[in-house]
Nanobody, 124 residues
Framework: QVQLVESGGGLVRAGGSLRLSCAAS????????MGWFRQAPGKEREFAAG????????YYADSAKGRFTISRDNAKRTVYLQMNSLKPEDTAVYSC?????????????????WGQGTQVTVSS
């Protein structure tokens, strides 16, 4: 089992950057595939980025490609989401999630563990 706590959200102007962090408890963090998801008001939760347990494979939603970078530090049991060139449409609650296994799924239903989320607001 793993517990996840996000941080790093906030208010930023369009074109700005934020770096989200997700700290995990548990000794088996390095065996989990990790994902970042986001949910805007009135919309369904959607995949933003995912990373394999080793960090060797990363995946991005089309909306995130070229702007977001997911990474992880297994020694620190932390996964990061660097977000650049932010747009107002990136405004959402961002949550990290963990799943066992090597498959980096884009489906929220495939992830068993979730953090509480951190708000990202991008002003125009």
């Amino acid at each position: 089992q793993v517990q996840l706590v996000e941080s790093g959200g906030g208010l930023v102007r369009a074109g700005g950057s934020l770096r989200l962090s997700c700290a995990a408890s548990g000794r088996t963090f390095s065996t989990y595939t990790m994902g970042w998801f986001r949910q805007a008001p009135g919309k369904e939760r959607e995949f933003a980025a995912g990373i394999s347990w080793s960090g060797g494979r990363t995946y991005y939603a089309d909306s995130a490609k070229g702007r977001f970078t997911i990474s992880r530090d297994n020694a620190k049991r932390t996964v990061y989401l660097q977000m650049n060139s932010l747009k107002p449409e990136d405004t959402a609650v961002y949550s990290c999630a963990a799943r066992s296994g090597s498959y980096v799924s884009m489906s929220p239903a495939e992830y068993a563990y979730w953090g509480q989320g951190t708000q990202v607001t991008v002003s125009s």
